[in-house]
């Protein structure tokens, strides 16, 4: 089963992996393998002899891996480990994929992990770099929009650095081969002037900022401190004394790049932050519940309005409830319901309105909405679309299309670079284009006291 909320094929890293795959490997270990699209390009290079020993600690992904046997869920239990290599033999090649999103510190199980790597075998970690969140904001003038631009992924709070992970893996023996790097534009052009230098040896360069002094001296030091998504491959040192000169490989920095990166499966990102603020959300309403809808939902109800003969109205991603009870509290006469992909946050509907007073279902994106076509005249979708790629776009689209009768609201956060990152990153054009309705979409942002919100509304209007 393939997922349709990830990137299509394999990005720039994952490309990296896979080149870098011993040919003789035998058992392949893949920690954080998603939804498998990695694992299997490593397969189709190696052949079908090779071994895995697969970990995925994210359950809404296991329904894809059905082509693989026994996917472990925790990341550092070493006796399972054990058991996996007790049967298929050390590990010739490990990948550590996105650290940073299950790492809990424990650098004992992680060394007893890469004991378990043969003495020639080659082990891959990759993560979001904590020194490129602190520093970046003070590393070279920022000329373009790049990284700290980025709404929605800069959300994460990354708790682990390059210059950590350089120190440990040289403390314990683990010589670094490659460093691969994804960088901010003023990095990657100031990295290839370092690792090619005209005219000699470039001299240092120092930054003091707010009290803040860096030193860069080469390519190490830039990618250190710019390295937004760092990619370090290694083998056992046993024979020298940890000093290494490794290769540098780099992608320069894009969105999409990135999101595939660092969001590879969406529905799965920011889970705890999202979880921490429903919960503050919902507290407030218990304090304090609202008894006249916001600027933002007054808004999008009285847009909804002007649409003629209105009844009915589908709010996808339609959270803890809150705006199905507001719309139905303003219009009476409207049928309002609500589907909303969270678990965590579709239980407090019930909770907070009561068992009738709102009517909002779980739903599962990657299935067809649970609604006949044209059963709803109006269907509204709240930021869900900023967190999809482009297939469950094209997927979601065509859901919308056929079960809305009248009109379709897509209302996104469209702040940070090009504006309009995320819905053209969603191809929102492309995805209408196919159901045949291109010409009646639009997209204007949103203004709000006749300011700009950052903030977008793209308009479906069928009749």
Partial sequence: ????????????????????????????????????????????????????????????????????????????????????????????????????????????????????????????????????????????????????????????????????????????????????????????????????????KPADVEFDVQGMKMSIRNVQDAYMWGGVFIGLMMGKNAETSGTTNPSFKAAAFNPMLFQSLLVPYPENAYRQVNDFMTESQVQQWKDQPETEPNKVSRFLIDTIAEIEGVQSVLLLGAGWGKDVFMFSKAKPEWRVAGLEVSEHRAHYAKEVFGEDAVDLQLYDPETDLPFGDGSFDVILSTGFLSNCHEPLVEHLVAQCSRVASKAIFHFEDARGPAQSLLLKSLSLGGAYKKQGLEEKLSMNPVLLDEKHSGLMLARVIKD
Avoid at 27 to 38: Q, Y
Avoid at 55 to 79: H, M, P, Q
Avoid at 131 to 139: D, H, I, K, T, V
Wanted: net charge negative; charged share 20%.
């Fill in 1 to 200: 089963m393939s997922c349709l909320n990830a990137t299509q094929g394999l990005n720039a890293l994952e490309l990296q992996i896979v080149e870098s795959s011993p040919a003789e490997a035998k058992h392949v270990g893949i920690i954080g393998v998603g939804d498998g699209r990695l694992a299997r390009a490593i397969k189709e290079k190696l052949g079908e002899s090779v071994e895995f020993t697969l970990v995925e600690y994210r359950s809404s992904l296991l329904k894809y891996l059905d082509d693989f046997e026994e996917i472990g869920s925790n990341a550092f239990d070493v006796d399972w480990f054990k058991d996996q290599v007790s049967r298929k033999g050390p590990f010739d090649y490990l990948v550590f994929y996105g650290i940073h999103e299950y790492w809990d510190a424990n650098l004992t199980d992680f060394r007893s992990i890469l004991g378990l790597v043969s003495p020639s075998g080659k082990t891959w970690v990759s993560f979001l770099n904590g020194y490129a969140r602190n520093c970046l904001p003070y590393f070279l003038p920022q000329r373009v929009g790049s990284y700290t631009g980025l709404a929605q992924p800069a959300r994460i709070a990354a708790n682990v650095d390059y210059g950590s992970w350089v120190a440990y893996l040289n403390l314990i023996g683990q010589e670094i081969e490659i460093t691969w790097g994804l960088l901010d534009p003023e990095a990657f052009e100031y990295c290839q002037t370092m690792a090619k230098p005209e005219g000699g």
